[in-house]
Every structure is written in C-alpha cells, then in structure tokens.
C-alpha cells in the first residue's frame, strides 16, 4: 500500500476545499434554511405529524441526504475532473499507486467535506427545529455509507465526462429528481399505491428511509433493505471504479 | 545488467486506428543521456507515455530497471520521473506544495530539506510559495522538472524540455542534466533541436513514423556521418582538377569556378594545410573560403528522406 500517496492525494484536495470554504458552506446552509423556512415552517405547519413526528423534524434527515449526495457527486466529481481537464492527471497515472489508494485519496477527501456539511446542515436544523437522535451510532454510519457511495459515483461520473455541461448534467437531471421523489418531504406511504410501488426501484428512498430511522425510529422501508441497499450501491460503484482503472476508461489512450 | 531500460517490440495502435509505434526495439544504457529525435508526430512521446504508465501499449513488453512496466508497475513507476511535453500545471496551488505532492504520489516520506535543495538547483528558490498561476512559461517549465525530480527518480524523461525556454535556462538545463548523470540518473530527453542532442547526449536514437531507424553513439555517429566541406572559390574558372592534386577529395563545380573539398573531422589531419600549398604550387588562386559542416540536421534530414 502506497500510504504516502494516499496521504498526498487527500491533503492536495483537502486543501482545495479549504480554498474555497467560504462558498462550499455557505450554499448548501442557505438552501436547506430557505427549506426548513418554506416546508418546515410555512407549509409544514398545515401538514400533520407524519408517524409521530412533526413535519418540520421529519423533513431533517431527507434535507440532510440532500446535501450529502448532491455535494458528494459534486465534490468528487470534480475533483478527478478537473485533473484530467488541465492534464495533470498525467502524474497520477505515471505514479506507482493503485486504483485502491487513488480512489482512498480523491474519494475520502470528498466524502470528508460533505460529512462536514452534513453535520453542519444537521446543527443548522437544530436552529429551526427541535429534534433527537435515536441511534447515532446508525447515524454516524448510513451518513458516512452515503458520503462515500455518492463520492464514488460523482468519481465515477468525473471521469466518464468530458465537458463541463455532462459534469453538471448528471446531478441536475437524475440525481435531484430522484432525491425529491426518495422521500425527502415526504412518507410513500402518503403516495398513490402505484407510485408507491414505482418508488421502490428509486435508490435514494433507501438512503433517506435509514437515515429517517436512525434519527426517529420510523421508516418507510426496513432499515436492513436500506443497509442492504445502500450497500449494494456502493459495491457496484467500486466495481465500475475498479473497471475503469483496469482499462483505462477516459483516463489512458 | 546493462540496459536500465529495455523495449521489446513495442507497438500501439490508437483508438483511432492510427498505428504511432512500430515493433520498437529500444535499449537506454543505464546511466546514459539518451536524446530520441524525431520530427512532429514521429511517436516520441507515445514512447516515452507508454514507459511511464499514462498510455497503454498496444503490443510488446518494456522493462523499467528489470521491472515489467505492467505487471510490476509499482517497482517500474517509482523509478521513474516524467516531464511532460505539454506546460499542464496546477493553477492554485504553490511550488512547493505541488512537489510535497509529487513525491508523496511517489511513495516517498516527506523530505522538506530534499526538496528545498530541487528549488534551489531550479532557481526556484524565491517562487517557492508562489501560485503556480503567477509564474512566466519557463517558470513553469522548471515546475515540472522539480515535481519530475522530487521523488529521487532514477531514470528521467524529459520530452522536450527546451520548448518555451530561454538560453539561460537552457544552459542551466543542461548543466542540471549532466550533474545528475554524474550522480547515477539515466536520462532520456526528445527534442526538435538538432545541437542540442548533439550537445548533451551519449547517444543518440532517430525515430520516424513510429520506427526507430537508427541509434548509435553520438560520437560515432558524428564520426561516421560528421563530413566536414571546403568550399574554395576561384579567382580563374579551371576547366578541370589538375593530375598533381589526384588522391584529394575534391570536386570541381560544373562552371570551373568552385573547388569543393571534403574531409572527415575526426581523421588524424584534415589535409586543409597541404591542399592550399599545393593548389599555391600548381597556380590555382582562390578569393575566397567556406567551410560547411554536415551537422546532426543534415544527418538526420538525409535519413529520414532515405526512409520516405
Ligand atoms: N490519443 C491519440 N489518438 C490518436 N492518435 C494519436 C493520439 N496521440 C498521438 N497520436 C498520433 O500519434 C502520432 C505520434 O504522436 P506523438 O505525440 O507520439 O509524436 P511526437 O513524436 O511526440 O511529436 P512531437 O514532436 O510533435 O511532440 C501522431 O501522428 C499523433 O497524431
Ligand atoms: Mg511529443
């Protein structure tokens, strides 16, 4: 194991979320207040509790997957982009590391920066709502499952386009759809059966479901299929990484 | 074990379909400055890419140091350094951090003392903690030269080095160049540039249209292809060389008027001293002199028109 170079790797990007800390923290917290001000506080106070929980509390853990899968694609995403834009990625692929140790680097600095932001979403909810934590330990672990699956797939997606526009393409157009549709405002169960149905294939409803029930105790699905779930979706990502260190996939001629 | 790097049968065929290499069968003598000149688009850097790792090959083996550059990739990479051919910097970060970089990339532990020491032989001394964004070209230039060289590598390429670069630098370059031989680095340089081969390399390779057609010393190539010309214009046309004057080397131009003379550099004495006494005793006066050497260009033009 090449630890220097992991170390490297995760110091260069670290210190590239440093630079730009400013805008990195102050988005996404001003998008979940104006959130918890819309739904939490506006409409919510004219939607019941959902399970036992306050409308306000219930849309925390959704709010908080939000930011950590949009920021994590983005984070990762760019991270490898960007490399391979200006060239530098040149020394990555002529340095004695392998796909392992690059993927630790570029993926555990991402996932660092949106647990960050997770967290700091979750202490900036505690301002607008007042909630508990039932399992941290659950917590702790589906919000780390998540970072890392959604940094991997924004590696992934970093390295597969090869413009700005597909870079920004991916998280708009899939991602955010499937994020509202996963049950960030709302149960399924307030669904139509049908949709309730559809809504099963949508990975995300998993995420937020286990994350749901770490905090309240209530979910939508049982949190062994979310674990499960979320679990699959990382070792699918790690398989697709491995893939295209293995042939080189937009990275070597 | 002589050849610290060794090409068998190289080829690549990009995705493309166009074929860069041809069963290359190259070896770079440990210790040695190899310069690989080529013109544009000869396969130059697909070589020196295919031995560093950034492009895979399309057939054949390379050994770096003994070790498979595949299979033993690790042990292959870390002995190697790379300047790449095109300026591709960081943009934000600093000097330094940018070589803590490479040389953590490279499995090495850090060694701020070592690195200072790069920036200085760089003369990068008092850019050290500037923005990569804020340096000149040529700055940039030794950047990369400094990120090549901060993990102690032992075997360097240098793909094209002197684009963008001033007669300074160059010469400090260079300079640079021999003084790492001295201490036991392999160096493997492409360049567009003729003398500058000639100046620094033991030996030299021609590569055209993804074949290597020639290496050889550079001293023998010199040797063997260095003819140098005399060119004598006369002060009366001559309407043929004089019997007295057979055994020289000498050609007369079509209208009488220019004696050409040609001779080897490197012989033992180059008959310039006896040609003009006798050419004194038989009456043949002369206005004017020029001498002409075939340099490595000429060599090189001539053999790549060999080969079209
Ligand atoms: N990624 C690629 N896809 C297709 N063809 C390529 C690719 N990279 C290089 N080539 C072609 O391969 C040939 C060799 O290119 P290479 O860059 O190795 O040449 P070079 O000798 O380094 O030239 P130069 O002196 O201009 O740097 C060129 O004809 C080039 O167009
Ligand atoms: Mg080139």
């Not at chain 1, 392992?100 to 505690?126: D, F, N, P």
């Not at chain 1, 990382?234 to 491995?242: E, F, G, Q, R, S």
């Not at chain 2, 083996?61 to 033993?72: C, E, K, N, S, Y």
């Not at chain 2, 901060?150 to 075997?155: D, F, K, T, Y």
């Amino acid at each position: 194991m090449n630890f220097y170079a992991i170390r490297s790797i995760y110091i260069f990007e670290m210190a590239r979320t440093w630079r730009t800390l400013m805008q990195s923290i102050a988005s996404p917290i001003l998008s979940t207040s104006l959130y918890f001000v819309v739904f939490g506080a506006a409409i919510g106070s004219r939607v019941g509790d959902i399970e036992g929980v306050s409308y306000g509390a219930f849309i925390v853990p959704g709010l908080v997957m939000l930011t950590i899968m949009s920021e994590s694609i983005s984070n990762a995403s760019f991270g490898i982009y960007l490399p391979k834009f200006t060239g530098t990625i040149y020394e990555v692929l002529s340095a004695p590391v392998s796909y392992i140790e690059v993927l630790i680097g570029y993926v555990g600095a991402a996932a660092t920066k949106s647990i960050v932001l997770g967290t700091l979403i979750l202490a900036t909810a505690r301002l607008f709502v007042p909630y508990s934590i039932l399992h941290p330990f659950w917590m702790a672990g589906f919000l780390l499952l998540t970072a890392v699956s959604f940094c991997l797939f924004g590696f992934i997606i970093g390295i597969w386009a090869d413009g700005f526009q597909k870079l920004q393409m991916v998280p708009l157009m899939i991602v955010t759809p499937l994020t509202f549709l996963g049950g960030s405002f709302y149960s399924i169960y307030m669904l139509p059966p049908i949709w309730q149905k559809i809504t099963l294939f949508n990975p995300v409803v998993y995420l937020i479901s286990g994350f749901r029930w770490s905090l309240y105790g209530v979910s939508d699905v049982n949190v062994a299929v979310s674990l499960g779930m979320t679990l699959l979706f990382l070792a699918v990502c790690i398989a697709v990484v491995w893939w295209i260190f293995k042939t080189g996939y937009r990275l070597k001629s | 074990m002589n050849a610290i790097i060794s090409v068998k049968n190289l080829s690549k065929i990009y995705a493309s379909g166009f074929q860069a290499l041809r069963n290359i069968d190259l070896d770079i003598r440990r210790g040695e400055i190899f310069a690989l000149l080529g013109p544009n688009g000869a396969g130059k850097t697909t070589l020196i890419n295919i031995i560093c790792g950034i492009v895979n090959p399309s057939g054949g083996t390379v050994l770096a140091d003994g070790h498979d550059i595949i299979r033993d990739y690790r042990a292959a990479r870390s002995k190697i350094g790379l300047v790449p051919q095109e300026l591709t910097t960081d943009v934000f970060e600093t000097v330094r951090d940018t070589m803590n970089f490479s040389r953590g990339l490279f499995g090495k532990p850090p060694d701020p003392v070592y690195i200072e020491k790069v920036l200085g032989d760089l003369s990068l001394m008092d850019k050290a903690d500037t923005k990569i964004q804020a340096l000149s070209g040529g700055m940039k230039r030794r950047v990369l030269i400094a990120k090549a060289l901060s993990h102690e590598p032992n075997i360097l390429f240098l793909d094209e080095p002197t684009a963008g670069v001033d007669v300074e630098l160059r010469r400090d370059m260079w300079e640079m160049v021999r003084g790492m031989r001295e201490n036991g680095v392999t160096i493997i340089l492409t360049t567009h540039y003729i003398e500058e081969a000639e100046l620094i390399a033991d030996r030299i390779g021609i590569i055209n249209k993804g074949e290597i057609i020639l290496v050889e010393d550079k001293t023998a190539l010199m040797r063997k292809l260095g003819k140098r010309q005399l060119k004598l214009y006369l002060q009366n046309p001559i309407s043929s060389i004089p019997g007295g004057l057979n055994g020289l080397d000498l050609e007369l131009s079509k209208d009488g008027s220019e004696l050409v003379y040609t001779f080897d550099v490197h012989g033992e004495e180059t008959g310039i001293a006896s040609l003009l006494k006798r050419l004194n005793e038989h009456g043949i006066d002369y206005r004017d002199i020029h001498s002409s050497e075939s340099s490595l260009e000429e060599i090189f033009v001539s053999l790549v028109s060999e080969k079209r």
